[in-house]
């Protein structure tokens, strides 16, 4: 590789947990940090690539140089990623996007009342089965997981669902893996099978898959 070997190509990058109003004060989100999704534009704006970070509220201070969005909810998310999808050549999705968002935003603070209460919820688009849908050939496009169990079962499974390159799952309750830390052990799959990467900082495991991603970009345009 040469230390630009993502020059002139463009790469979507969102990163963190989305945030699913209930009411003006409340929310619905997860412990997502959003440190993988920073440390992929990092990564892939050092080796030469034009990005773009759609991130939810997280408390990282985002690389200079790369176009930043921010946003709260899935669907936020959803409407951003729809309205630059098409120029990318590489696509990773990052984010912990909510599955579930609250029914109803209530306009004012919900007040206690009874002992127990009900929260409907509705299920979010999902984004990146959107994307696997609508992607054009030469588009890449990467999806993230975290199990609790059956780590590669689900996630191979969800990498053809969703008609993904590559899928990076994550061993979530491995020491030195997951949410808040720094560094990650991941499982890389991809239609061919699957590799599984030894502990390692975030910024080394962002490095290792746009550099996998790179290669499979340049197979699938010979
Ligand atoms: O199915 P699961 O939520 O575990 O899939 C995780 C992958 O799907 C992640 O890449 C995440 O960003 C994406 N996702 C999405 N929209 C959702 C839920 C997950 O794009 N509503």
């Not at 579930?100 to 007040?111: F, H, L």
């Amino acid at each position: 590789y040469s230390d630009h070997y993502l020059k002139g190509k463009k790469v979507l990058i969102t990163a963190g947990p989305t945030e699913e109003a209930i009411d003006p004060v409340r929310f619905i989100t997860n412990h997502s940090s959003g440190k993988m999704g920073y440390a992929l534009a990092k990564m892939a704006k050092r080796a030469g690539a034009e990005v773009t970070l759609i991130s939810g509220p997280v408390s990282l201070t985002p690389p200079f140089d790369v176009h930043k969005i921010f946003i709260h909810s899935a669907k936020e998310l959803l409407k951003e990623v729809q309205t630059c999808y098409q120029d990318q050549d590489m696509i990773l999705m990052a984010a912990a996007v909510a599955d579930y968002a609250s029914v109803k935003i209530a306009d004012q603070k919900i007040k206690k009342r009874d002992q127990k209460m009900q929260l409907e919820l509705i299920k979010n688009p999902d984004i990146l089965a959107w994307l696997g849908e609508h992607k054009e050939n030469h588009q890449i496009l990467c999806g993230f997981a975290m199990e609790t169990e059956h780590l590669l079962e689900n996630a191979a499974a969800k990498c053809e669902k969703k008609h993904c390159d590559m899928l990076a799952a994550n061993h979530l309750l491995t020491p030195g893996a997951g949410f808040q830390s720094d560094t990650n052990i991941m499982t890389l799959i991809t239609p061919e099978g699957y590799e599984e990467l030894p502990l390692m900082s975030k910024d080394a495991v962002a490095e290792e898959i746009l550099k996998r991603l790179y290669r499979i970009s340049q197979k699938s345009t010979r």
